[in-house]
């Protein structure tokens, strides 16, 4: 059985190269490569998160939001029964940050507990957000609950709102009950505040199908109502908005529909929060039609002094893989990747580890997408990446690694060749590449690829025998905007080329 391990958030480094401006240089690591090493200050993407205790991190379906130089997380954890009918107890989990990296547990805020009421155990408790309204000097928990609505035919229609409320950040929230959106249930939904004011974002039901129109509805004052909505539009099957301002305009995300699984990423925008433009699209940046694995959740500003870098904050419900709704296979339970707005078009980077400056509001990234293929289950696709050559020569598989999960695999038992790559979209500019390998050795010809990116294909000649993982770096100048990068082996039968954690940053 294959053995795992769960990182913190704080996780694996970039691993470092020589800074050599438009050269080639190689550098072999010794028996044990680099990642093995203490966790560097990165967002590693398909991996478990852990927080300062080492514990992981559970808070799914929520919203981190700033206050003065700390940062707050608020989601609720949940975890797949091994028995359906006795469901485990859901909570409002809270964490706190000063980087967006390293994540520490603060408390749970709500813990479901007994079998009556709205918060029983195992009932549905999601999408939790956590404001403060200055003004009344309340900290208020927004969050899903079991409306208990059902239609003409008997069937469950969606959720009321539930309300908690603090004087205190970290204090005692007090539940206020539930309450219904102009007498309807709703689906998923957010909360949206611009200065004194807040909004509720939501898909709202009708009296005998859920999911029919979406609705933009002012709180009350105090935060703790909703009135009636300001805009009514098309929902256009999408769910979980939320809305971000960006400049003077406003930008509306939402997820699709599809149980657990990854979804596209849809968006709309506005300038007054009452027109707002047909749905479009989130470009993802190498293609991706399921958000690299992911739900949309949340926009996440990043404020500093060169300006702002937006986050994507991405639930990856993989803890329900396996059942009887499609669910993720990837690693992992969140994923968050740069989001960048290229001519009001927002394009979302499916980087495998992200660096944050806090301080200067800027992110930097690993420009390879699903670098350590832990983004799908293994023997299935590989997600981001092409494969050819001799059908079944390429996949993924499980490691026994305590460092990976998974790893790309290159091996038949007859003569074969295989090819793996990966365009990568690159500015132009100098590059190391890094990457983790094994070899069988004895092989006609394997190598790893760097080519189109302006120069002469750069080929990293794989054929010795390496049978524990080793790094290699290399540098190289990009051109032409982009670089295609993979591994290739060819081979009589039998022999075997390992490939994991792949990275590219710019020196």
Known sequence: MRETKEFPMRHRPFFGAAAVAVALAVAVGGAAPAQAADPYDDIANDTVWLDTAAAPIKAQGGNVFQEGDTWYWVGTGMDKSSDLSNPLAKSINLYSSSDLEKWTFEKALVTQSGTTGDLKTGAWLGRPQLIHNEEFGKYIIWAEVASGLTNSLGKSLGNAQAVFVSDSLTGTYTYQGKQLTQGRSAGDRSVFVEGDNAYLVYVRDSTETRNVDLNIAPLSADWLTVGAPIWTGDYGHHEAPGIVKVGSTYYLFASGMNDWAGTPTAYRTSTNLVTWSTWANVVNQPASST?????????????????????????????????????????????????????????????????????????????????????????????????????????????????????????????????????????????????????????????????????????????????????????????????????????????????????????
Not at 325 to 348: E, H, M, S
């Open 291 to 507: 958000s690299f694995g992911t739900q949309f959740e949340q926009i996440i500003p990043v404020t500093g002094t060169n300006g702002t870098a937006f986050i994507y904050n991405g639930d990856r419900y993989s803890q329900f893989y396996g059942g009887k709704t499609p669910a993720p296979g990837g690693i992992g339970r969140n994923a968050w990747y740069p989001l960048t707005f290229d001519a009001g078009v927002p394009t979302l980077h499916g980087a495998t580890d992200v660096s944050v400056d806090v301080a200067s509001g800027t992110l930097d990234w690993n420009e390879v997408a699903n670098g350590r293929f832990d983004q799908e289950v293994a023997g299935t696709t590989i997600p981001q990446w092409a494969a050819t050559g001799t059908a079944g020569a390429v996949k993924v598989e499980n490691t026994s690694s305590d460092v990976t999960n998974r790893q790309l695999t290159l091996w038949s038992a007859n003569a074969f060749n295989a090819w793996v790559a990966q365009n990568v979209t690159l500015p132009n500019g100098t590059y190391t590449l890094t990457f983790d390998y094994k070899a069988s050795g004895n092989a006609t010809k394997a190598f790893f690829s760097i080519k189109n990116h302006g120069g002469t294909e750069i080929q990293t000649d794989l054929n010795a025998a390496q049978s524990s993982w080793a790094t290699k770096n290399v540098t190289f100048t990009v051109t032409t905007g982009t670089a295609r990068i993979g591994a290739w082996l060819d081979g009589t039968g039998g022999q075997w080329l390992n490939i994991d954690n792949v990275s590219i940053r710019r020196d």
